[in-house]
């Protein structure tokens, strides 16, 4: 008897923690988390952190809201130049149009660094020989899948009156030999993108027009590569 | 009796199991799992802000929203969850004193990413005749009169160079115009590069006021007369020194858990004489 009443004992103790765990865990809004998709970035980013030094608008009457879908919109442009550079079927002149948009995406002096969790060498490389080096990897095949959702920070005024934001994404990349796997990573990519306002002439009149510029890159290896 | 020790162990693995499921759960090789890990990652600085602020604009509000799901955690395990499970424990007395502390109704506690609480400390790699040196960097956010802001290099540690001081003021730069981006942290401080390659400029990039210590000066030297040529930022870690009795550091874990990215390693409280302390060794980079 006493041992059925000290295993209820213990059995209702089991039944509070858990219950106990459930409840307060932060964990319980993972059970909502369904797929995400790149349209679903935050929108209508009221944020004293970002508004209150820069106070008023965006230049050029932007909203932070266009910015961030210009941004994402330039990321995804960057991302289809990709997959054109590592299409085998791509001919040499739609490769050479595809390093060309890419690079026009980037401000000039842009800097992609290359480092991985797994080893202490960073590699710094201008936009173009990064591309290049893209262009010239050697697989039958390539699939390259990006994250479905996106992390795109904060705009920040510059002091030197331009501003600036972050996008981070994750991407996976497959190499196929002979329709076997021979290469595999996975990195997390950080963009920093800028805001360009410039005037434009339409009929005798300048017009002020604005667009986003991509600019340095992190790309750091998060996962071991397989190869 | 040996019956009761069964059931213990099994209670023990049961919770062992709950435990580790709920707060260490790790991202299997699946793209569901894998975007799941990447919305509560904390993957930028920005967002650790983000989070702690519990701002109406943050990442994962989006989340929730863009999925239609009423969002209803409360700022306190929103600030528990940028805890370093690893290191800290997450009953500690200290972290529960921490967050009662800055959620207080009557006055919370924020942090401002164009305050004076929080400096990143990068630890920079150089070549220095055919070797490799590390040398601390302090860096922080400066306002500007037109309500900019940019990374300004305010402290140096140790650096090992033999003292070689030619320049003992900084040169007026020639364009007031290049700055260390105030996102520049995002990229690994990868403008460190431009900004010392950059000689006719290099004082942009140096709070001035700082010149007059002998390590900031020397630095400067070496970079200016190409001593030392920079390589790359090998580690970041944020020093926060808030509501001047709060001192945390941050760095980046990145890690198959949930519990990942940019979180708070160690925290102690002080008292103010102790945060001046802190502050001032952290600057003169001892």
Same mark, same amino acid.
């Given at each position: 008897?006493?041992?059925?009443?000290?295993?209820?004992r213990s059995l209702g103790l089991?039944?509070? /923690?858990?219950?106990? /765990? %459930?409840?307060?865990?932060?964990?319980?809004?993972?059970?909502?988390?369904?797929?995400?998709?790149?349209?679903?970035?935050?929108?209508?980013?009221?944020?004293?952190?970002?508004?209150?030094?820069?106070?008023?608008? %965006?230049?050029?009457?932007?909203?932070?809201?266009?910015?961030?879908?210009?941004?994402?919109?330039?990321?995804?442009?960057?991302?289809?130049?990709?997959?054109?550079?590592?299409?085998?079927?791509?001919?040499?002149?739609?490769?050479?149009?595809?390093?060309?948009?890419?690079?026009?995406?980037?401000?000039?002096?842009?800097?992609?660094?290359?480092?991985?969790?797994?080893?202490?060498?960073?590699?710094?490389?201008?936009?173009?020989?990064?591309?290049?080096?893209?262009?010239? %990897?050697?697989?039958?095949?390539?699939?390259?899948?990006?994250?479905?959702?996106?992390?795109?920070?904060?705009?920040?005024?510059?002091?030197?009156?331009?501003?600036?934001?972050?996008?981070?994404?994750?991407?996976?990349?497959?190499?196929?030999?002979?329709?076997? %796997?021979?290469?595999?990573?996975?990195?997390?990519?950080?963009?920093e993108v800028q805001l360009i306002?410039?005037?434009?002439?339409?009929?005798?009149?300048?017009?002020?027009?604005?667009?986003?510029?991509?600019?340095?890159?992190?790309? /750091?290896?998060?996962?071991?590569?397989?190869? | 009796?040996? +019956?009761?020790?069964?059931?213990?162990?099994?209670?023990?693995?049961?919770?062992?199991?709950?435990?580790?499921?709920?707060?260490?759960?790790?991202?299997?090789?699946? =793209?569901?799992?894998?975007?799941?890990?990447?919305?509560?990652?904390?993957?930028?600085?920005?967002?650790?802000?983000?989070?702690?602020?519990?701002?109406?604009?943050?990442?994962?509000?989006?989340?929730?929203?863009?999925?239609?799901?009423?969002?209803?955690?409360?700022?306190?395990?929103?600030? @528990?969850?940028?805890?370093?499970?690893?290191?800290?424990?997450?009953?500690?007395?200290?972290?529960?004193?921490?967050?009662?502390?800055?959620? #207080?109704?009557?006055?919370?506690?924020?942090?401002?990413?164009?305050?004076? =609480?929080?400096?990143?400390?990068?630890?920079?790699?150089? +070549?220095?005749?055919?070797?490799?040196?590390?040398?601390?960097?302090?860096? +922080?956010?400066?306002?500007?009169?037109?309500?900019?802001?940019?990374?300004?290099?305010?402290?140096v540690g140790s650096s090992g160079?033999?003292? #070689?001081?030619?320049?003992?003021?900084?040169?007026?730069?020639?364009?007031?115009?290049?700055?260390?981006?105030?996102?520049?942290?995002?990229?690994?401080?990868?403008?460190?590069?431009?900004?010392? =390659?950059?000689?006719?400029?290099?004082? =942009?990039?140096?709070?001035?006021?700082?010149?007059?210590?002998?390590?900031?000066?020397?630095?400067?030297?070496?970079?200016?007369?190409?001593?030392?040529?920079?390589?790359?930022?090998?580690?970041? +870690?944020?020093?926060?020194?808030?509501?001047?009795?709060?001192?945390?550091?941050?760095?980046?874990?990145?890690? #198959?858990?949930?519990?990942?990215? @940019?979180?708070?390693?160690?925290?102690?409280?002080?008292?103010?004489?102790?945060?001046?302390?802190?502050?001032?060794?952290?600057?003169?980079?001892?």
């Amino acid at each position: 008897m006493r041992y059925f009443m000290r295993s209820a004992r213990s059995l209702g103790l089991l039944i509070l /923690l858990f219950v106990s /765990l %459930l409840v307060s865990s932060f964990s319980k809004i993972y059970a909502h988390s369904g797929p995400v998709h790149a349209g679903d970035v935050v929108t209508g980013y009221a944020n004293k952190d970002t508004v209150r030094p820069a106070s008023g608008a %965006l230049p050029g009457n932007v909203s932070n809201d266009e910015f961030r879908k210009k941004a994402l919109a330039k990321i995804k442009e960057f991302q289809g130049c990709l997959f054109i550079l590592c299409d085998i079927t791509s001919g040499n002149v739609a490769l050479d149009n595809a390093v060309d948009q890419a690079t026009s995406l980037f401000i000039d002096g842009a800097i992609i660094e290359v480092s991985s969790l797994h080893s202490d060498e960073k590699k710094h490389l201008k936009v173009r020989d990064f591309l290049e080096k893209f262009r010239n %990897l050697h697989y039958d095949r390539v699939v390259i899948t990006f994250s479905h959702v996106d992390y795109v920070s904060n705009i920040r005024k510059g002091s030197d009156g331009k501003y600036y934001g972050l996008v981070s994404f994750e991407q996976t990349f497959r190499g196929y030999n002979d329709g076997r %796997l021979v290469y595999e990573d996975e990195t997390k990519k950080t963009t920093e993108v800028q805001l360009i306002v410039y005037d434009r002439n339409l009929r005798g009149n300048a017009i002020q027009q604005w667009d986003v510029m991509l600019s340095d890159v992190e790309i /750091l290896g998060t996962k071991r590569p397989k190869a | 009796m040996a +019956k009761t020790g069964v059931l213990k162990f099994l209670i023990f693995i049961s919770f062992s199991i709950c435990h580790h499921r709920l707060f260490s759960q790790v991202f299997s090789n699946n =793209d569901d799992a894998k975007e799941k890990h990447f919305v509560y990652e904390v993957k930028e600085i920005d967002e650790f802000f983000e989070r702690f602020n519990d701002e109406r604009g943050s990442f994962i509000r989006g989340v929730y929203k863009a999925h239609h799901v009423k969002f209803n955690i409360p700022r306190q395990r929103l600030i @528990w969850s940028l805890f370093n499970y690893e290191n800290m424990s997450r009953d500690s007395v200290m972290m529960k004193k921490f967050i009662s502390d800055v959620t #207080k109704k009557q006055k919370p506690i924020y942090l401002h990413y164009y305050g004076d =609480d929080w400096y990143a400390e990068l630890t920079c790699k150089f +070549k220095y005749n055919a070797t490799s040196i590390v040398i601390p960097v302090i860096m +922080k956010i400066e306002m500007t009169q037109n309500k900019g802001s940019k990374w300004m290099i305010v402290g140096v540690g140790s650096s090992g160079l033999k003292p #070689k001081i030619v320049v003992t003021e900084m040169a007026q730069s020639k364009v007031k115009m290049n700055i260390i981006s105030p996102t520049s942290n995002g990229t690994n401080f990868v403008s460190l590069k431009r900004a010392f =390659d950059d000689k006719e400029n290099l004082s =942009d990039y140096f709070e001035s006021t700082d010149m007059k210590n002998s390590k900031m000066l020397e630095f400067y030297n070496a970079i200016l007369n190409g001593d030392i040529d920079f390589t790359d930022v090998v580690k970041i +870690k944020y020093h926060f020194l808030l509501a001047g009795r709060w001192l945390f550091t941050v760095e980046d874990f990145i890690r #198959k858990d949930l519990n990942s990215g @940019w979180l708070i390693n160690h925290m102690e409280k002080v008292s103010s004489a102790g945060m001046d302390n802190y502050r001032s060794k952290l600057l003169s980079g001892n």
